[in-house]
C-alpha cells in the first residue's frame, strides 16, 4: 500500500483480556518494527523484525507480549492478560531494510487503553 | 547506551521566527540521525535522515545539522508558520548493522499567527 496502514486505531478492553494489534507495512519493506508510547513518554521500542524473523525482540516488557510477522508482509502484536500499563499507543514502522541509511515509515498508530 | 535529550521540551513562538531546537546524544556511534514530526493523535513523519558522513541536510524551510564529535543535532526552523506546530523528535539508532531507533522525549513546538 501506499503508507504503513495499522489496525484498530482505537482499542479499549478491560484488564486481563488479550488484544492483537496489526500492522500492515510498505509493498516491499523488509524490515518491520513496533514501537511504545506512553502518555508523556517517549518512544519505546519493541521488537524488529527482517522479514519473518525477529533478530531483536529486546524491547517486549514482559512474556505476556508476543509478535509474528507472516509472508514477510503483515505483523500482529499480541498482548495477553492486558494490565493498565500497558495502555499507550501503540506504533509500527516499516522500511526498505533494516539498515541505518533507510528513512523509517510509520503508520498512525493503535491506540490501547486498559479500563 | 545511547540516550537522547531534546531541549527545550515545549517551545511557543510567534509566526515568522527562527527556530532552533536541540538534539544531544550520548553515544557518538550513533549511525545516522533522523528528525520526526509528530502530530497530535497522529503517527511520526520523517522529516530529514542525516547520515553519519554528512553534517546537514536540507528541505523547504528545515535545516539538521549533525556534529558527532559533540553528540549533537539542531533542527532549524526558517519563517515559522502556525502549520509547523506539532512535536518534533530526534532519533538515532545504535551502530549495529540495522535501525532500532532510539528516541529523544520531543519539543512541543508551537507557532501562534
Known amino acids: 500500500g501506499a503508507g504503513v496502514s495499522q489496525s484498530p486505531s482505537n482499542k479499549v478492553t478491560e484488564k486481563g483480556k488479550d488484544v492483537e494489534l496489526r500492522c500492515d507495512p510498505i509493498s516491499g519493506h523488509t524490515a518491520l518494527y513496533w514501537y511504545r508510547q506512553s502518555l508523556g513518554q517517549g518512544l519505546e521500542f519493541l521488537i524488529y523484525f527482517q522479514g519473518n524473523s525477529a533478530p531483536d525482540k529486546s524491547g517486549l516488557p514482559s512474556d505476556r507480549f508476543s509478535a509474528e510477522r507472516t509472508g514477510g508482509s503483515v505483523s500482529t502484536l499480541t498482548i495477553q492478560r492486558t494490565q493498565q500499563e500497558d495502555s499507550a499507543v501503540y506504533l509500527c514502522?516499516?522500511?526498505?531494510?533494516?539498515?541505518?541509511?533507510?528513512?523509517?515509515?510509520f503508520g498512525a498508530g493503535s491506540r490501547l487503553t486498559v479500563l | 547506551k545511547q540516550e537522547v535529550t531534546q531541549i527545550p521540551a515545549a517551545l511557543s513562538v510567534p509566526e515568522g521566527e527562527n527556530l532552533v531546537l536541540n538534539c544531544s546524544f550520548t553515544?557518538?556511534?550513533?549511525?545516522?540521525l533522523q528528525w520526526f514530526r509528530q502530530d497530535p493523535g497522529k503517527g511520526l513523519t520523517s522529516l530529514l535522515l542525516i547520515q553519519s558522513s554528512q553534517r546537514e541536510q536540507t528541505s523547504g524551510r528545515l535545516n539538521a545539522s549533525l556534529d558527532k564529535s559533540s553528540g549533537r543535532s539542531t533542527l532549524y526552523i526558517a519563517a515559522s508558520q502556525p502549520g509547523d506546530s506539532a512535536t518534533y523528535l530526534c532519533a538515532g539508532p545504535k551502530s549495529g548493522g540495522y535501525n532500532k531507533l532510539i528516541f529523544g522525549a520531543g519539543t512541543r513546538l508551537a507557532v501562534h499567527p
Open positions: 514502522a516499516s522500511s526498505f531494510h533494516g539498515g541505518g541509511a533507510n528513512v523509517l515509515t
Open positions: 553515544d557518538s556511534a550513533i549511525y545516522n
